[in-house]
Every structure is written in C-alpha cells, then in structure tokens.
C-alpha cells in the first residue's frame, strides 16, 4: 500500500509541475515532432481519445502504457491503417508478449506515407523536376507491469525519426503511466494518468544546411557556410482520465470514459466516450473531443464513431475495428485495425 501511495504522489507532483510549464497561449504551434499527437487505435480514436483509464492490452500502448499489462494472454500483435488529413496515411504495428511475472514487453512502429513532394529552390519555385519523398517514423519499447490487482504502471522509450530531403532530426521521448482499477472500493471506476512526449529538444541537420556563397571582392572560389536550425521542444501532454463501467447483465456491458488532456503547445482538450458491447462479440462507440479554450475555427477535431468485433477461435482472439473521426476542412479519417491475441 506503501508504494502505491508513493505513485500516487509522484504522479501529482507531476500533475502539478505540468501545469506550471504548459499551456497554449503564445507557445501554441512552436512545438515540433506532430506525429507523435497523431493517435492510433480504432477503439481508442472511436471513443474520441477518452480511454485512458480504460484501454487495455496491445491496444493501450499509444493511449497509456500502464494498461498494456492488463494483456490477455501471452502475446498480441496488432496492425492499423489511417486515412489521416491531406492524403496522408498512417501505418501502425505493434507486438506484445507477457512474461507473467516480470511483466510485459512490447514494441510498436507507426509511419507516415506522405508521398512524393516537388522540389523547389529560390531559383526555380515552379519545382526543379525532382521529387522527394518525407520519412517520419516513431519506434517504441515499451515495459509494463501489474504491482497489484488494481495498480499497473509503464514505461515507453520512442526513438523519433524525422527525414525531408536533404536534412533530418532524431531525437528520444518517453511516456510515462499509471492505471489504478476499482478505485475507492468501487467495481468498474478506473483511473489513469500518462505523462507523454517527454525528452530533449531536437534539431534539423544535413548538407541541406549547407549554402554556396560567392566572396565578389575576394580571389578565392565559391565555398559554402552551414546554418544552424533552431532546435524545437516535444509537444509534451499530460493526459488524467476516468472511466466507469457498471454491471448491467451478462449479455450487455456499458463503459462510460473522459479525459483531460493538457497540452505544452496548444489549448487544452476534454475528451469523453462511449461504448455498448453485447455478449462480448460486437461493440458500438461513440465520443467527443472539444477544446473550449481554442479558437472555434482553429480546432477541427470532434465527433468520433465506430464498431468493433470481437471473435474467439480455439487458442486465437480475433478483433477486428473500424473508427470514424470527423475534421473540419478536410476528408474525415478512417481507421482499420485488426489485432490477433494467444
């Protein structure tokens, strides 16, 4: 009891300085490394991004490592695929294997397919006839343990990988979390928090750093001089949630979630969601993401939607889920996911 009061206490403490330091305001957009905000998981993204108390194996290691040691079974993998905004598709993969005692470890991988982009120079904006195609990759370890029938934490390391033509940027972020079930003695209440993105700040650097520079009033040949890019912080975000999910009978089942999400780089976000289950097999959710600090006509997330089917073969859990995401000013997202557990 002892340590889990002592988690309790570090992860307010970090509550705390978290709300000294972030916040939008004038920080807002100068942040860097966005494909680490870009979500993955149909059920998670379904339910607007409200489960962070109340996902659960594979699935959770985007939305809170801690849950990831609530796995079923031995292991897990799970694949997905986005339509994200402006033609830009999302890859996620993720493989889970429970080690019982010692606890669960995982490793994820998610990429963005932006596709070919025109190269321009200040001598030929209209493109030079060359193409380059950006590379952003986010690779996770992750270590997640159950200390008690009510307490997991975990750990993920991310190596960020960030290449457009001739520059790139790499750089190390963790995040840290905390699931805490049937909280207060009451069945089916669940709590999480998760600290994401933290890490040093990264920096551009390669030979598209490098410019040719004529000296006119000296005798010597072309040579070039290096610019240094300004390094940019991680957009770091705490995330605090709750979720409830009261016995209704066997066949049917009900989970009732919300986050608060707070943001370095940008206003902060509540999130809340739904999920109707019957006999285990299909789920039906529905959420909501709204920022009430943002400008109306900044915020373009909200309304989320989706299914899920969940099929039990002899030694193999198959599911399979879908999740709808509307956007302002550009097509909706849609997410397909398939996840196999043993």
Request: aromatic residues 12%.
């Amino acid at each position: 009891m002892k340590r889990i009061k002592n988690l309790i206490i570090v992860f307010t403490l970090l509550l705390l300085v978290n709300n000294v330091f972030a916040g939008g305001g004038n920080r807002t957009g100068t942040g860097g490394a966005s494909q680490l905000l870009i979500p993955v998981g149909a059920r998670g993204i379904s339910m607007g991004g409200s489960n962070i108390a109340s996902s659960s194996g594979v699935e959770a290691l985007f939305w809170n490592p801690a849950g990831v040691a609530r796995i079923n079974g031995s292991a897990a993998v799970t694949f997905s695929h986005m339509n994200y905004i402006a033609d830009i598709g999302v890859e996620y993969g993720a493989v889970a294997a429970n080690f019982q005692s010692f606890g669960v470890l995982s490793l994820s991988l998610k990429t963005l397919s932006i596709g070919d982009i025109p190269v321009t120079t200040t001598t030929d904006p209209d493109g030079t006839g060359k193409t380059f195609s950006p590379q952003f990759l986010t690779a996770g370890l992750t270590y997640s343990k159950q200390l008690t029938d009510q307490v997991a934490v975990g750990l993920t390391t991310n190596l960020i990988s960030e290449t457009m033509d001739q520059v790139s940027a790499t750089n190390i972020a963790f995040n840290v979390g905390l699931t805490y079930d049937n909280l207060a003695s009451l069945k089916g209440l669940s709590f999480g928090i998760v600290l994401k993105n933290l890490g040093p700040k990264m920096q551009y650097d390669g030979s598209g750093m490098l410019i040719q520079a004529d000296a006119t009033d000296l005798q010597r040949p072309p040579s070039y001089y290096k610019v240094d890019s300004a390094p940019f912080e991680l957009p770091t975000t705490f995330e605090l949630g709750f979720s409830y999910k009261p016995y209704i009978d066997q066949m049917n089942s009900l989970l009732v979630a919300g986050t608060f999400q707070n943001n370095n780089f940008s206003s902060d976000e509540y999130k809340v969601g739904l999920e109707y289950g019957f006999n285990n097999l299909f789920f039906i959710r529905t959420g909501y993401d709204f920022s009430p600090q943002a400008p109306k006509d900044e915020y373009i997330y909200g309304f989320t939607a989706g299914v899920g089917i969940n099929y039990e073969l002899e030694g193999l859990d198959v599911k399979i889920d879908y999740a709808y995401r509307n956007v302002k000013y550009f097509d909706a997202n849609h997410i397909f996911q398939i996840s196999l557990g043993f």
